[in-house]
């Protein structure tokens, strides 16, 4: 199965359309080149990752322009596209009274969508805690591996990366990749890779983990992106930059590293 993570760079002054014109040139430009079997995007690149002041502006519904521009990107390419997340806006408020949301959306080439909505909200108080509902629901979805075969990916996002017991849930709800879309900061990027290399060593999972470049909203972005083995191998690392990695995984290593070393079957709830 062929990956590609465009490890997208941004800072203030491009409007989030120009911004979704740009990324869907870069999708078609590495599907055309690549050929990959899923394509991955950053965390919240379409209303800008850090600067909270305008999600409320430029959230949309599940069905939005956002949302409808990457269904039909992934079915004029012909691709699986996990198009990192947006700032979704819910149809009614809730359990904490808020109406927006951080929701990932994954889509088929054929329209097929699976969404999932960040469960641990970063910024300590402000920004995500403040102004979004935490999701509550534990979300796996199947996608086509190239092969004739389905993988089943584990959906999370960016903060969420530091809660095991998250991932613990994804492995029992037979998680083989893990996807983590990320705005991280570079401040704590060694955070990023070491807890992606936990993640796939504890968990014996493929991780695919992607940042964004660049600063904006006064954040220096970590970048980083990295393709992680269920050994623990890393098999691709980004730089700082903007970047597109293109991996190929063999997911019978799952199988194959669980049955060799199978450290799963140990633990003691
Ligand atoms: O946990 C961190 O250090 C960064 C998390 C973050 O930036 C986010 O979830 O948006």
Request: net charge negative.
């Given at each position: ?9 941004y800072?203030?002054d491009?409007?989030m ?11 078609r ?5 690549e ?6 995007l950053?965390e ?17 519904p ?7 521009a990457?269904t039909r ?7 699986t596209?996990?198009?990192g ?7 009614s ?13 994954v ?12 469960i ?8 995500e805690p403040?102004?979004?509902?935490a999701?509550?629901?534990v979300v796996?979805?199947?996608i ?14 960016c903060?969420d990366?530091?809660f095991p017991?998250?991932y613990?849930?994804l492995l029992?709800?037979?998680a ?20 992606g290399q936990?993640?796939?060593?504890e968990?014996?999972v ?10 904006h ?11 992680v083995?269920?050994?623990g191998?890393?098999l ?33 709830l």
């Amino acid at each position: 199965m062929r990956l590609a993570l465009i490890q997208l760079g941004y800072g203030d002054d491009e409007t989030m359309p120009a911004r979704i014109e740009r990324v869907s040139d870069l999708v078609r430009e590495v599907v055309d080149r690549e050929r990959p079997d899923l394509v991955v995007l950053p965390e919240l690149w379409g209303p800008t990752g850090f600067d909270y002041r305008k999600w409320e502006s430029l959230a949309e519904p599940l069905d939005g322009p956002w949302a409808s521009a990457m269904t039909r990107l992934a079915a004029e390419v012909g691709v699986t596209l996990h198009a990192g997340s947006f700032i979704e806006r819910l149809a009614s408020p809730g359990a904490d009274g808020r109406t927006l949301a951080n929701t990932s959306l994954v889509v088929t080439a054929d329209g097929e969508r699976t969404a999932y909505r960040k469960i641990h909200r970063f910024g300590f108080g402000s920004g995500e805690p403040k102004l979004l509902e935490a999701g509550d629901e534990v979300v796996t979805t199947q996608i086509p591996s190239g092969t004739g075969e389905s993988v089943t990916v584990g959906l999370s996002t960016c903060y969420d990366l530091r809660f095991p017991e998250l991932y613990r849930r994804l492995l029992d709800d037979g998680a083989e990749l893990l996807v983590v879309p990320a705005a991280w900061p570079m401040a704590r990027v060694a955070h990023w890779t070491l807890l992606g290399q936990a993640r796939a060593v504890e968990d014996q999972v493929f991780v695919a983990q992607c940042n964004t470049a660049g600063t904006h909203a006064g954040t220096e972005m970590g970048g980083h992106s990295q393709v992680v083995a269920p050994t623990g191998e890393v098999l691709a690392e980004a730089g700082a930059d903007e970047e597109v990695l293109v991996v190929d995984i063999d997911t019978r290593l799952v199988a194959s590293t669980r049955e060799s070393f199978p450290v799963i079957p140990d633990r003691r709830l």
